[in-house]
């Protein structure tokens, strides 16, 4: 379950990130205003922060159990 919770919230932080890029280029282009291009790039500085901080999680997971393999077999042979 808590596996299934991290990678959702990964994905979600993905999706945020790339849609405030886009909003943030359409805003620019369509309303030549500074309020809502700030705005999405607030909320994409969130959630970009939010994947960093889940990516650096994940890629320690990966290199514990990466570690744990290799240990495993290297005593096995």
Do not use: C
Not at 6 to 32: P, Q
């Amino acid at each position: 379950m808590k596996t299934t919770k991290g990678k959702l919230s990964f994905s979600i932080d993905i999706i945020g990130f790339i849609a405030s890029i886009i909003m943030i280029i359409v805003t620019l282009v369509n309303f030549r205003t500074w309020l809502h291009p700030l705005t999405f790039f607030t909320v994409g500085l969130n959630f970009f922060s939010n994947f960093i901080n889940n990516y650096q999680s994940f890629l320690k997971t990966v290199r514990f159990f990466l570690i744990i393999k290799i240990r495993f077999n290297n005593t096995s042979n």
